[in-house]
């Protein structure tokens, strides 16, 4: 059982210290200020967020940060978390492509264990329950 706890606090350590975790520590204690911007930016670009949606999120957070007086970079982080859930449900309500031809090919990126491999499942089901 020791084992196990050392290995969980391991995973643990590793995560906190990935981009995920650089931006939790980031939307700590900081103020924000053009430094706090700057850093954002490049973790979204490096947790392969993408360039144009990462300029996207920050010209929106920097709008409303503005617009409501924020100061701490703790109360950012709510705002992040909103947005990026927005822009989640935005592209799931896109209707997927026909399936009226022979052969349609959905092409699927995504980073290392992001979910690529269960969206595919969850995509074939869904066409195959609709006799796709």
């Known amino acids: ?7 969980i606090r391991d ?15 980031l939307m ?3 103020e924000v200020d053009e430094p706090f ?7 979204l670009v490096l947790a392969d967020v993408g360039v144009n949606m990462a300029l996207e999120l ?3 957070l920097r709008r409303e940060v ?5 100061h ?16 989640l449900r935005d592209g799931a309500e896109r209707p997927l492509p026909s399936m009226e031809r022979l052969l349609t090919v959905i092409l699927v990126v995504g980073v290392n264990g992001s979910g690529k491999t ?5 995509l074939a089901r869904y066409h195959m329950q609709r006799g796709r």
């Open 118 to 122: 269960t969206c595919i499942a969850k």
């Open 58 to 60: 920050i010209e929106e």
């Open 66 to 70: 503005d617009r409501r007086g924020i």
């Open 11 to 25: 995973s643990l350590a590793r995560t906190r210290g990935s981009l995920f975790g650089q931006i939790a520590r």
């Open 28 to 30: 700590g204690e900081n």
């Open 37 to 43: 911007w700057e850093e954002l930016e490049e973790l």
């Open 72 to 87: 701490r970079a703790e109360e950012v982080r709510e705002l992040l978390k909103d947005r990026m859930v927005q822009v």
């Open 1 to 7: 059982m020791v084992h196990g706890a050392r290995s």
